[in-house]
């Protein structure tokens, strides 16, 4: 059994709640890989004008289908025509384009009108007519565009509407929201995972073929419970946003991720320490620590 196979059958016992989207999805197998679409050969292209760098190029692609990771494993993603319609046509449309997903190194943006965004048979296409020769960023990344040594993109984007395919293998993005996301000129997609020994862990589960029935009980123990957690977080921000009348503050909006995660396990663990300090006072034994988890 393939690797796609098994996390498609833990997929479709463990999705919970949130079935109509992926799960902690991510564009590599390691947990602090960002959550974007990778464009390989993206068709960047600059022409020199008479003002300034004429940019062109594809920040994503339709009807393609391309490798992304869940919390299960790998599954096939595709976008298919017309996702980004509705998010194209908003009045406030705002989306730079930047280098590398960094929000401070924007060359172009959509509501300057230096960038024009526009969904074709290829996919979505980002046209920069006029980048500025000074600025240091253009002239940073445009040698290596020319060069070759530049030719993918990505986007920044949430999810508004998708749907699995019977077998659980594939997600089709219906439609898209790329609102106060990002287009970006990147390097290689995969974020590098740079801890050895959680490398060295990870690999032994991801090249598993045949597990033994403790295996999975404890496996299905332990997705059903990173299942629920993932849903109550996801539907308690959704709420919350909603609540406050601001925007969701969600990963796929372009956050770290990685950066997201620390913040949120230190945070857990102050307050762990502070539960724990109270309980040792009270002569309460707690029953579970963060760190068993």
Not at 36 to 47: C, D, E, P
Not at 59 to 77: C, H, I, K, N
Not at 106 to 122: V, W
Not at 215 to 241: C, K, P, Y
Request: net charge negative; aromatic share 6%.
């Amino acid at each position: 059994m393939s690797l796609h196979s098994e996390a498609a059958q833990l997929r479709a016992a463990h999705v919970g709640t949130r079935a109509d989207r992926p799960l902690q999805r991510r564009c590599a197998q390691f947990p602090d890989s960002p959550r974007v679409a990778i464009t390989r050969g993206a068709k960047l292209q600059l022409r020199d004008t008479g003002d300034g760098t004429e940019f062109t190029g594809y920040a994503s692609v339709v009807s393609r289908g391309y490798e992304m990771w869940d919390m299960f494993g790998p599954y096939t993603e595709e976008v298919v025509p017309g996702a980004f319609a509705n998010t194209l046509n908003m009045a406030d449309l705002d989306v730079p384009l930047v280098l590398a997903h960094d929000s401070l190194r924007r060359i172009a943006r959509t509501s300057n009108g230096s960038l024009t965004l526009a969904e074709d048979d290829h996919g979505l296409l980002c046209r920069a007519p006029q980048l500025d020769p000074t600025d240091v960023d253009v002239n940073y990344i445009s040698p290596k565009i020319r060069s070759g040594l530049i030719d993918e993109m990505s986007f920044a984007f949430r999810i508004v509407r998708g749907e699995w395919s019977p077998d659980w293998t594939q997600y089709n993005i219906l439609e898209v929201d790329i609102n106060r996301g990002d287009v970006a000129i990147v390097g290689y997609g995969a974020n590098p995972y740079t801890s050895v020994a959680l490398r060295s862990v990870t690999n032994k589960l991801t090249h598993k073929r045949a597990l033994d029935p403790q295996d999975v009980s404890v496996l299905t123990q332990a997705l059903g419970w990173f299942t629920a957690i993932d849903s109550i977080v996801d539907e308690a921000q959704e709420s919350l946003a909603a609540y406050l009348g601001t925007p969701n503050p969600d990963p796929d909006e372009g956050e770290d991720v990685a950066e997201l995660a620390q913040k949120s396990l230190l945070a857990l663990r102050a307050r762990e320490a502070r539960l724990r300090a109270d309980m040792t006072a009270a002569n309460v034994r707690p029953a579970l620590r963060l760190a068993d988890i």
